[in-house]
């Protein structure tokens, strides 16, 4: 279980998470962050861990083409690659519980990608897994904060304090 938060400020996109590992019984910190820079890309993740820690270590994350609008390059070229790459790991994207729900950032502006159904949609902001709430309600109220680093670090400590499902260190990358 996880929060995972991404949003705009001054046109860089923000994405924080915690890295606590749960299921109903306990939360244990991981070693391994959910979030991390790859290439020109912010990148988060919630849901099946496995699959999260695939696609960071694994996936040849594709570039966009200058002068491409990121959200085409994501609908046209970086999800059917995602879609390939997982279905050759022999992940079974039509379920439900081996899926993930990812956040993506690029060069100001933040995208929410489910393995599960590969929707793709662009937000200001936006929040996922267990303690998405808690995160959101936080940036709700932090938001005209002046300080990006300051807003991601307190909503995720919003989840780690309020949800049982969600602990350990907080990681923030931009892009």
């Given at each position: 279980m996880t929060a995972i938060i991404g949003f705009v400020h001054d046109d860089i996109a923000y994405i924080a998470g915690e890295r606590g590992n749960?299921?109903?019984?306990?939360?244990?910190?991981?070693?391994?962050?959910?979030?991390?820079?790859?290439?020109?890309?912010?990148?988060?993740?919630?849901?099946?861990?496995?699959v999260g820690q695939m696609i960071i270590h694994t996936f040849n994350f594709p570039r966009?083409?200058?002068?491409?609008?990121?959200?085409?390059?994501?609908?046209?070229?970086?999800?059917?690659?995602?879609?390939?790459?997982?279905?050759?790991?022999?992940?079974?994207?039509?379920?439900e519980e081996d899926s993930a729900e990812i956040i993506l950032g690029y060069k100001g502006r933040i995208f929410e990608i489910s393995t599960y159904d590969f929707q793709c949609i662009e937000y200001s902001v936006t929040a996922i897994g267990s303690g998405s709430p808690f995160s959101l309600g936080a940036y709700h109220i932090l938001e005209s904060h002046d300080d990006p680093i300051y807003i991601a670090r307190q909503s995720i400590e919003a989840a780690n304090r309020f949800s049982t499902t969600c602990g350990g260190t907080i990681d923030i990358v931009y892009s």
């Open positions: 749960s299921d109903e019984n306990i939360i244990i910190p991981s070693i391994c962050p959910k979030v991390c820079n790859v290439g020109p890309y912010a990148f988060g993740y919630a849901g099946t861990s496995g966009p083409s200058n002068g491409v609008d990121i959200h085409k390059h994501l609908l046209s070229v970086f999800i059917p690659a995602l879609r390939k790459h997982l279905k050759d790991a022999d992940i079974d994207t039509d379920k």
